[in-house]
């Protein structure tokens, strides 16, 4: 990935936010900035290739892989630290490593989500009720 160096002159109250977020979560400020610049930024349209690459072959599946892959899950393992690593977050802020391991997890779940969510459509529009894969349908 190139980067593209930038100048930005900040109101100091401003930057002593930052800088205090920065301090809290243990980072530098330049990481701080640039992860509330890439949060104010919308996501494209286009799928990331390696969530793309997730539900390509979907289509291919037979109905009862389909619906093993609707009903599949994230593992509780990875549910959990996510979980601890989200409520860290929150009380005192992550290392970096521990944001490398929580974007990791995050990566994890959103694979899982799309792989569901599509491997119901797909049985949606193969004439199947999904209805039960619903919670409270």
């Known amino acids: 990935m190139s980067v593209q160096p930038v100048t930005l002159h ?3 109250s401003l930057y002593n936010q930052i ?11 330049e990481a701080e900035l640039l992860d509330v610049v890439a949060s104010a930024i919308p996501a494209s349209d286009e799928l990331p290739e390696e969530l793309a690459e997730a539900i ?3 289509n291919l599946l037979d109905d009862d892989s389909l619906w093993r892959a609707a009903r599949s899950h994230l593992p509780s393992e990875s549910s959990s630290a ?12 992550l290392s970096e490593a521990e944001i490398q391991t929580l974007a990791g997890l995050v990566k994890q779940y959103e694979r899982a989500m799309l792989v569901r969510a599509q491997a119901a459509v ?10 039960g894969l619903i919670p409270g349908a």
């Open 10 to 12: 900040l109101p100091r």
């Open 19 to 29: 800088r205090r977020r920065a301090e809290k979560s243990c980072r530098t400020v």
């Open 56 to 58: 390509s072959n979907l």
């Open 82 to 93: 996510m979980e601890q690593l989200h409520f860290k977050h929150q009380q005192e802020g």
């Open 122 to 131: 797909l049985l949606k529009n193969r004439g199947h009720d999904i209805s």
